[in-house]
């Protein structure tokens, strides 16, 4: 199929390889973005690992807790241009949806969409904000979290944030920023192994595979061998992208999870929330 240079693109923005690797992976994937990156993975040119179904051009992220740190919302208003995501009435509005859907208590993107704020539904609200800064607006991503403590960490310039639960109240605040800095730096997929999805797993077992059989130095491997060498590069993966087993950013020696037991022997994480806008 014919590949536009548009669409060839927006995946080398997604993945920073080259021109030409993106045109083959899409006409290879018959333009499916989410195949051509998986196809790049697998051939080694994938240079920056980015989210396409999280990413948008500019906007404002906001995450908040509960008075009494046991919910907390995470809230996406997009937007065209850097310019307009600085304003701030722009970073203003994005706040007060946050807590509208905090004080609401909501769960989905649609129920906020409906809640008030400044006597006017938010989906209204955004409309408004359309028609009068004329760019392309919307409320484009919302989580919520409960815990028996939540924690948000907003990175300046409001490009990125995230929440972390807990399981228990914590016995010192920096212990809580320090996790959800981890998370906001190195990007982890999940808690831990276990809760890695399947399907996840299988694609990252399928990459590490491919990967390994395309490696000159395993030519001439048996099957067994070249399963061995991907489970060693899957097991990398969980090290790398899952935060419990992820080297500590303050303290490499020790581990994520290294670091929690130094903290409070009984404290454990029980979700994360993350999004970061594109860059």
Do not use: W
Not at 104 to 120: E, F, H, R, Y
Not at 177 to 205: G, N, Y
């Amino acid at each position: 199929m014919a590949i536009s240079a548009t669409e060839v693109a927006t995946l080398r923005k997604m993945t920073g390889a080259g021109m030409m690797d993106c045109k083959k992976a899409l006409e290879e994937a018959n333009g499916d973005y989410e195949q051509a990156v998986a196809i790049i993975r697998k051939k080694g040119q994938l240079v920056a690992s980015k989210r396409a179904d999280r990413e948008a051009t500019e906007g404002c992220v906001i995450a908040k807790v509960s008075a009494d740190a046991a919910k907390g919302v995470l809230t996406v208003l997009s937007c065209e241009t850097d310019f307009v995501a600085k304003g701030a009435d722009f970073i203003k509005f994005t706040e007060d949806v946050a807590d509208a859907a905090l004080n609401a208590g909501a769960t989905g993107l649609d129920a906020v969409k409906q809640l008030t704020v400044n006597g006017i539904s938010i989906a209204e609200g955004v409309n408004e904000k359309v028609a009068v800064i004329g760019e392309k607006i919307d409320l484009t991503f919302f989580d919520s979290l409960e815990a028996a403590e939540v924690v948000a960490y907003i990175h300046p310039g409001n490009k990125l944030a995230c929440l972390v639960g807990f399981n228990k109240k914590l016995n010192d605040p920096q212990t809580g920023r320090d996790i959800a800095m981890q998370v906001a730096a190195m990007s982890p997929v999940a808690v831990d192994k276990a809760s890695v999805p399947a399907e996840v797993v299988a694609k990252e077992m399928e990459i590490a595979t491919d990967q390994t059989k395309n490696d000159p130095k395993n030519a001439g491997r048996s099957d067994a061998m070249i399963e061995r060498i991907a489970q060693g590069r899957l097991e990398k993966f969980f090290k790398e992208m899952t935060l419990l087993n992820q080297e500590f950013i303050k303290d490499n020696k020790l581990t994520v999870a290294d670091y929690l037991k130094q903290a409070d022997k009984d404290l454990k994480v029980t979700r994360f929330v993350r999004f970061s806008l594109a860059v």
